[in-house]
């Protein structure tokens, strides 16, 4: 069986500079908060192109801390896609806050933007074509939207000229998920820099990942960094007994950030080598199509493919497809079997099937194959060989 992501590669690769760093960690033993944590920071400011960024425990709660900065609570709407990891929309409710779900594009995945336009237009009109929250404890004639999470699906980057105009007109702040789009760009500009904020994961299987859970948050904004900081110590103020709001331990471990400075240093080659990847792929299976429709990159757009994902005809053609490719030795994986309003931790929302048919729809289609910057030609060749001979 061929690896789906393959860390070990990267691992023989940059093995003496992790171990180095590791090292240097053990020996001075700043373990919480060391001068990695700092380093890796500037870093990341650098490659993003924001003025700040707040590294922190993980992508789940790099997502949180906004929304607490926010204020957001019980009695706030915040909007998100219902195709993306559970992780997204949990925040919303850690807080007390309803989660209201838009449909995704058929194209890229992600958020579609007339419909948001649409759901934040409506939501306080009587009636509407939007399909929200159903039970009586999430009736939106009570709630105030507050923000929008647009995820950056499988890398791909959302459509933030639009998205930041239409959240603009409603007075809504926008939180870029990117814990996969982290490596991708829109118009030039870095995933995570594409919004108020930006938020992205270093699970070990994200684009840009550690040995362990961690995250981070980019903006540009002075007073987003500095309630952020206070909120990933406990709500520190002038010090750490000093606690002026309620917040959490949020911090990044210092040896996470001695691990990811060597990835960091080669990612840009990584994202590089995976679009070389994605792009043998394209050559070799987007001829399939509609039977099965490989991924396209929309102008202006880099995607740092975080999944290469595949549309089957139908379910069964997907379910068809995956066997073969187990018996072939071809690992597959589907992001994500069931949309979030479809899930059981949220039928206290009221949500019914049918309800975002483009997600569902591409919930019963969808299908990734193997995707990381280390797949050698020839096995890539064997994958496209064996799902050309089951489409
Ligand atoms: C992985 C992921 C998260 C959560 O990141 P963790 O580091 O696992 O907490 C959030 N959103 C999306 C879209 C993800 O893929």
């Not at 949020?250 to 990612?267: C, H, N, S």
Request: aromatic share 8%; hydrophobic share 40%; glycine share 8%.
């Amino acid at each position: 069986m061929l690896p789906f992501i393959d860390l070990k590669a990267q691992y023989k690769l940059l093995e003496p500079q992790i171990r180095q760093r590791i090292e240097q960690v053990l020996e001075h033993g700043n373990y919480i908060m060391g001068p990695e944590v700092k380093e890796l920071e500037a870093r990341l400011a650098e490659f993003v192109g924001t003025r700040h960024v707040i590294s922190c425990s993980s992508g789940t709660d790099a997502l949180l801390m906004p929304l607490m900065a926010l204020g957001v609570g019980p009695g706030d709407a915040v909007f998100t896609t219902p195709f993306t990891f559970i992780a997204t929309a949990e925040v919303i409710s850690l807080l007390g806050a309803t989660p209201v779900f838009v449909d995704i594009d058929p194209v890229t995945f992600n958020i579609d933007p007339n419909k948001l336009d649409q759901a934040l237009r409506d939501f306080h009109a009587p009636a509407s074509e939007h399909p929200y929250p159903r039970s009586a404890a999430h009736d939106r004639a009570r709630l105030t939207p507050k923000a929008v999470i647009p995820v950056d699906l499988f890398g791909l980057p959302c459509d933030y000229g639009r998205i930041n105009a239409i959240a603009a007109r409603h007075g809504v702040k926008v939180i870029e998920d990117a814990a996969q789009g982290f490596g991708g760009e829109y118009r030039g500009h870095k995933a995570g820099s594409l919004a108020w904020c930006g938020c992205t994961s270093f699970f070990p299987a994200k684009p840009l990942g550690c040995y362990g859970d961690g995250g981070a948050i980019f903006t540009d904004s002075d007073e987003l960094k500095a309630q952020l900081e206070s909120i990933r110590v406990h709500g520190k103020g002038s010090d750490k007994y000093d606690n002026i709001r309620v917040g959490m331990n949020g911090r990044l471990d210092t040896i996470q950030a001695a691990i990811l400075l060597p990835k960091l240093a080669v990612f840009a080659q990584e994202v590089a080598k995976r679009l070389e990847v994605a792009n043998r792929y394209g050559r070799g299976l987007s001829d399939l199509a509609p039977g099965l429709r490989a991924p396209s990159t929309p102008e202006g757009y880099l995607s740092s493919w975080a999944q290469y994902s595949l549309l089957a005809g139908n379910e069964a053609a997907r379910e068809r497809i995956m066997s073969g490719l187990k018996q072939a030795g071809v690992p597959t994986a589907v992001y994500y079997p069931k949309p979030l309003h479809l899930q059981t931790a949220y039928a206290g929302l009221g949500y019914r099937q049918g309800d975002m048919p483009v997600s569902e729809d591409c919930a019963r289609r969808i299908f990734s194959l193997p995707m990381h910057p280390y797949i050698e030609a020839a096995d890539q060749e064997r994958i496209i060989t064996a799902v050309r001979a089951l489409a």
